[in-house]
């Protein structure tokens, strides 16, 4: 594996790969590597000649008040990581290499944000979406490779890959899970040893809304009301959102039909925690 800092180093090696037919995979992460980006790794190098991963943590898609400063870090053990997933070159650029002293152009998203996380974190898709055109465009990958637990970022990266003409193919990835269920999260680390204990009832509360949907359930604020008393009564954490969409285009249903997303948000003490279930009607 080759680690590189400098844009221009990578998109020479790059544009050599590519001059000789080589396919090119790629995954989007922010570090601190778990067993999702590895499937997410995976799934791109089954499918490429070349894999190449990012590691940076974007501030443009922090607001004021979020774990911009604390979120964990750790390239040492990204860097083990990345080698036994398969990677081929390691992309770790510094804020300065990728945005400069005063950056004159920003992406702005326009749809589907203005629900689930994009109501809570203003601004933050439109930090994504100019991190991703960013890499999309340093790298030229045939394949991007996002994972289903940041199901509004897929349905935003779709809505970018379209709308500016990208001819990258977005592949998305399932939810990779702890054995209790709880979706494998960087931040999951900031956890208390309750919370953690807890916290795998935001799946079994996705769960239980799922079964009540195949049982026959159409009405959302039903399902919403059933998830919500579920996360209230077995945990301490904060709900953020409960909220049910038509998916991926993140409309709001008055009657449950056809493919839907179920997201919930919680706050724990030093952890806000996401999760989702995709029902298809
Ligand atoms: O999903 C993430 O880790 C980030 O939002 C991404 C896609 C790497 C952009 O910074």
Redesign the pocket.
Known sequence: MKTFTSAIELQKVLRHDRTNKKSVGYV???GYLHEGHASLIENARRENDIVVLSI?V?PL?FGPNEDFASYPRDLDRDENLAVNAGVDYLFYPTVDEMYGENPSVKVVVQNRTDCLCGRKRPGHFDG?AT??TKFFNIILPDRAY?GMK?AQ?VAIIDGLIQDLNFPIELVTVDIVREEDGLARSSRNVFLLEDERHEAKELYQSLLRAKDAIISGERNPQKVIALVEEHIKARTKGKIDYVEIYQYPELKLLDVLNGNIIIAVAVKFRHARLIDNIIVTL
């Open positions: 989007a992460t922010m940076f974007n898609q994504v991190v991703v996002f940041d970022q």
